[in-house]
T-cell receptor
Framework: EPEVTQTPSHQVTQMGQEVILRCVPI?????FYWYRQILGQKVEFLVS????????KSEIFDDQFSVERPDGSNFTLKIRSTKLEDSAMYFC?????????FGSGTRLTVV | GENVEQHPSTLSVQEGDSAVIKCTYS??????FPWYKQELGKRPQLIID?????GEKKDQRIAVTLNKTAKHFSLHITETQPEDSAVYFC????????????FGQGTELSVKP
């Protein structure tokens, strides 16, 4: 069964540092998403991406966040200057005819 | 925008009993309602979904019912087993907003052997 893969599985970073979270969506999917889940809370939408551009973003997705699809396979989320409150699990997802598939997530810890 | 409310936040049942989790949504044009199971530290896994043109869908011990008039949908798990213990999330997509999902707050289900 096709999978969405995310790397790294766990990232620890100093406050103020930049991080890049990487995702490889399912190859024939056209819609890509990033979601965030703070420990013990619900999954929150960050951004959707279609046709090489952002189609929608939430109020969480401020100027510190950016997404890119630099080649035909990778889909990245960059946080420019991390804050303590950015600590969370970040899930990538892609969507095709069969619906959503979530990646296994990256646990980001900002210290 | 879409708002999804989920109840209860925690649910404890004895093995073999049934469990019911309920969600309400606000966007009357929403037309797809998935349920996800999330084990500790893992990704959300789709367990069942329903589209707005049907009122009920069943898959073995799991069923989902949808009441479009009242704007609520429910997850029913029968003959619960300890491995059903997890956090369950409902979700709904706001109509015509590119497929993003708005999740409920989650229900932590505990099945006691």
């Amino acid at each position: 069964e096709p999978e969405v893969t995310q790397t790294p599985s766990h990232q620890v970073t100093q406050m103020g540092q930049e991080v890049i979270l990487r995702c490889v969506p399912i190859s024939n999917h056209l819609y890509f998403y990033w979601y965030r889940q703070i420990l013990g809370q619900k999954v929150e939408f960050l951004v959707s991406f279609y046709n090489n551009e952002i189609s929608e973003k939430s109020e969480i997705f401020d100027d510190q966040f950016s997404v890119e699809r630099p080649d035909g396979s990778n889909f990245t989320l960059k946080i420019r200057s991390t804050k303590l409150e950015d600590s969370a699990m970040y899930f990538c997802a892609s969507q095709g005819q069969g619906g959503y598939t979530f990646g296994s997530g990256t646990r980001l810890t900002v210290v | 925008g879409e708002n999804v409310e989920q109840h209860p936040s925690t649910l404890s049942v004895q093995e073999g009993d049934s469990a019911v989790i309920k969600c309400t949504y606000s966007d009357s044009a929403s037309n797809y309602f998935p349920w996800y199971k999330q084990e500790l530290g893992k990704r959300p896994q789709l367990i069942i979904d329903i589209r707005s043109n049907v009122g009920e869908k069943k898959d073995q011990r799991i069923a989902v019912t949808l009441n479009k008039t009242a704007k609520h949908f429910s997850l029913h798990i029968t003959e619960t087993q300890p491995e059903d213990s997890a956090v369950y999330f409902c979700a709904a997509p706001p109509y015509n907003q590119g497929g993003k999902l708005i999740f409920g707050q989650g229900t932590e289900l505990s099945v006691k052997p």
